[in-house]
């Protein structure tokens, strides 16, 4: 094992490396864990294409400001892929990671557990902006259904969505007590915080006590400042601080709370 | 030169019981140092406290010249850890995880030699949730050595081996220590703790019964000799039992079985060849480290078959 004495080539220049290389690595394993790509991009883009070849959705949806059915499933599926990522993917992961010791492993390299966290936040950002521009994309070239028309806005609501979102997850791993666990907290969130994004009714549609419980759920908000920016509209406040919120004070619990093992 | 590791009376209480109730060891520059003792003795959670993954309720530990609490990010780059329970992502593949955790590093082993020397080389395509017990052990190996650490703390270094893969370890180890690496062991195999420590220290019921090398602690313990034979023709036992150095004589069938201390042999070989007889099918039996351990704790280190 005399090889073992030298060193190799500096692999590494400094911890900037390891990080990007734990990012490297923590994207590569939420691809093979299937979750986010098959359930947070494919499983919604199946759903753009199905809901975009029936000509019934393309009427104009009541109190919609002009959109059709349809032009809201886009924004409603780029928000079905946060609440996948937010409620199936992180928290799973990140419970399964502190239940079998990874995050303990990471405490005894100069490393540690928190860059292993970050790391994994920043693999399922980059998926949710990867799944919400392939969407809008598709939308656009397959089903002729504009951008949003104030697309600042829409940028600015969308990280304020995807903020609230990981901060949920990162709720749900903090307060799971266990892997399994989390998957079931994160599967009874999942639909309730869908319905009110309007995946099944539009808000505009709900009954007016609905209605007003969806524009304070954290998908509901997303989807007030979704439909804002859609027919041009810089989105307005009460969505907007809504998500803030959601993700301030989710965050605050969830680091306040945090275990590592 | 200063110690490696110095731990003074280290005390550390989960909820209902004593883990560790005082615990005091030096670890020097180059050694192979033991910790040896039963399951629940208190020894994981003495080098949980070492490597800063614990916070002792009272006692003092420096790791060179590191405080393991305060001082953990600079002891993490010089310390190399195997864990008991300690794992990696299910999906991550071998070679993956060396090369991933060779970027944490300042200066990183080669992990492909790394890689080959645990005879990992066909594995590194598999992923870590596919690997048998062994292998796992081995990976777990590789990471620990993987940061060119001056000190690695091994944590049941070969449970899960099968016994090729076991010697192949120790062989490593080995190399390993001749590069001036520290290695703390802790094992309750006793075949082990023989081959590989300079140093043992015995842990039971969370304190340190004693610390020395292995061939001190089975002095230490005063297990006599059995020297057993047949002799070549019928003797009296009293030319033996007159022996000083001879405490017992029995027989079994044509065998006479003789206890006494370290210079018994000499004594009964001498006194059988003044009288011309020969000790056929002649057996010494030292006491073995499991022997000592007994003696020494009064418990057994594995269960018994």
Redesign the interface.
């Known amino acids: ?8 080539p ?3 220049a ?2 900037g ?2 990080t990007w ?2 990012i490297k ?1 923590e994207s ?2 939420c691809v ?2 299937k979750v986010a790509p098959l359930w947070g991009i494919g499983f919604p883009l199946v759903l753009l294409i199905v809901l975009g070849s029936v000509s019934d959705l393309r009427e104009p949806v009541e109190g919609g400001g002009g959109l059709t059915y349809f032009d809201l499933y886009v924004p409603v599926l780029i928000l079905f892929n946060l609440a996948i990522l937010a409620t199936a993917s992180l928290p799973t ?1 990140l419970a ?2 502190r239940e ?3 995050l ?2 990471m ?6 557990p928190a860059r292993v966290l970050a790391a994994q936040l920043v693999a399922n950002f980059v998926i949710a902006v990867v799944a919400m521009v392939l969407f809008l994309a598709v939308a656009w070239f397959g089903f002729d259904v504009d951008l949003p028309k104030h697309l600042l806005g829409f940028a600015l609501a969308w990280l304020l969505a995807a903020a609230a979102l990981l901060s949920i997850g990162l709720l749900i791993t903090a307060l799971a007590p266990g892997r399994a666990p989390a998957t079931a907290i994160g599967t009874v969130l999942f639909f309730p915080m869908m319905f009110f994004a309007g995946l099944w009714v539009p808000i505009s549609q709900m009954p007016p006590l609905l209605a007003d419980i969806a524009h304070y759920t954290p998908l509901g908000a997303g989807m007030g400042a979704f439909q804002d920016a859609y027919v041009g509209h810089f989105p307005s406040a009460v969505p907007l601080l809504t998500l803030a919120a959601y993700a301030t004070v989710c965050a605050f619990i969830a680091v306040r709370w945090f275990r590592w093992e | 030169m200063p110690p490696v590791i110095e731990v003074r009376n280290l005390h550390k209480r989960y909820e209902d019981k004593v883990a560790v109730d005082d615990v005091s060891l030096t670890v020097q520059e180059g050694e192979i140092f033991g910790i040896l003792g039963p399951n629940g003795a208190g020894k994981t959670t003495t080098v949980e406290c070492i ?3 614990r916070m002792p309720d009272r006692g003092e530990i420096r790791v060179l010249g590191l405080d393991p609490l305060r001082d953990h ?1 600079e002891l ?2 010089r ?1 190399g ?1 195997q ?1 008991q ?8 593949q071998v070679a ?1 995880a060396l ?13 492909r ?2 890689l080959d ?1 645990l005879g990992l080389a066909d594995k590194a395509k598999t992923r870590y949730g596919k690997l048998s017990g062994g292998q796992v052990q081995r990976l777990s190996i590789a ?1 620990a ?1 993987i ?2 650490p001056r000190v690695a703390i091994l944590d049941e270094l070969t449970t899960g081996l099968d016994p090729q893969a076991r010697r192949d370890t120790w ?2 180890i080995e ?2 220590r001749s ?1 001036g690496v520290t290695i703390v062991l802790v094992t309750h195999f006793m075949e082990e703790a023989e081959r590989l420590c300079d140093r043992l220290a015995l842990i039971d019921a969370g304190r340190v019964v004693m610390v020395d090398t292995p061939t001190g602690l089975t002095e230490r313990a005063r297990i006599e000799q059995r020297i057993q034979f047949r002799p070549s023709r019928p003797m009296d036992d009293r030319l033996l039992t007159s022996l000083p150095d001879v405490s017992g004589v029995t027989r079994r069938g044509e065998l006479v079985i003789v206890n006494g201390n370290d210079n018994a042999l000499n004594a009964v070989t001498t006194v059988l060849a003044r009288y011309q007889i020969v000790a056929e099918q002649l057996r010494v039996e030292r006491a073995s480290l499991e022997d000592a351990f007994v003696q020494l704790t009064g418990k057994r280190l594995e269960p018994g078959p």
Do not use: I, K, Q
């Open positions: 094992m005399s090889a073992l004495r030298t060193t190799a500096p692999v590494t400094g911890l490396s390891a290389r734990l690595a590569t394993l093979r864990d992961t399964g990671y079998n010791g990874v303990r492993r405490r005894t390299t100069p490393v540690g | 490597e800063g993954l990010a993490t780059r310390l850890v864990l329970a300690g794992h990696l992502p299910e999906r991550l993956e090369e991933l955790y060779s970027s944490f590093y300042p200066e990183p082993a080669d992990w030699v790394l020397g990471l050595l940061g060119s062989d490593l190399g390993v590069r």
